[in-house]
């Protein structure tokens, strides 16, 4: 069964904190993708990666890092966290040429 | 600039009756349209998606109907059922390159009343 796994489904940090979202995929997916999701706003795409090492910004990516050294691993980072960046954070994967997305649970990040 | 717009934000319909959620796109080059099912707690999980050289597709009680001239798709849930109480997401995408980003709509929440 595939599987993407983030860290942590809630986390609580500190405005001005560097905070780290972490996601693992066992499908050997090229593609990995970072989202955050809003009440009334969707799925907004803020860095997606396409191959380790490789990084592109999505549609929001001010605010925010990411990090892919191995395949598997997609890291999500949060330079200097703020409150508005309270929300959920959805990681999902997909094999290069393939159009379907298998999505983590999410973690729900509360910055206060 | 929202490529994917989604509507309504909120339906509540009765065990039986049929739900529809309507989304329309602006990007000509989009040319895969999934929808994603949510449950509270859960990550999205896909539904059933539509190529633009088919006018419908239908999945059990789900149906896809595309109208390409238009630039609309629906989703029609048929026989509702209080299982299918969920948030419904359409998306769009390219798939052109060795990588495809999909754009979402903003969503939809289905309540099915017992």
């Known amino acids: 069964d595939v599987k993407v796994t983030q860290s942590s489904r809630y986390l609580v940090k500190r405005t001005g904190e560097k905070v780290f979202l972490e996601c693992v995929q066992d499908m050997d997916h090229e593609n990995m993708f970072w989202y955050r999701q809003d009440p009334g706003l969707g799925l907004r795409l803020i860095y997606f990666s396409y191959d380790v090492k490789m990084k592109e910004k999505g549609d929001i990516p001010e605010g925010y890092s990411v990090s892919r050294e191995k395949k598997e691993r997609f890291s999500l980072i949060l330079e200097s966290a703020s409150t508005n960046q309270t929300s959920m954070y959805l990681c999902a994967s997909s094999l290069q040429g393939n159009t379907e997305a298998f999505f983590g649970q999410g973690t729900r990040l509360t910055v206060v | 600039q929202q490529q994917v717009k989604q509507s309504p934000q909120s339906l509540i319909v009765q065990k039986g009756g049929i739900s529809i959620i309507n989304c329309a796109y602006e990007?000509?080059?989009?040319?895969?349209f999934p929808w994603y099912q949510q449950f509270p707690g859960k990550g999205p999980a896909l539904l059933i998606a539509i190529r633009p050289d088919v006018s419908e597709k239908k999945e059990g009680r789900f149906t896809i109907s595309f109208n390409k001239s238009a630039k609309q798709f629906s989703l029609h849930i048929m026989d509702s059922q209080p299982g299918d109480s969920a948030t419904y997401f359409c998306?769009?995408?390219?798939?052109?390159?060795?990588?495809?980003?999909?754009?979402f709509g903003k969503g939809t929440m289905l309540l099915v009343s017992p």
């Open positions: 990007n000509t080059a989009f040319d895969y």
């Open positions: 998306a769009a995408t390219s798939r052109g390159s060795g990588y495809s980003t999909l754009t």
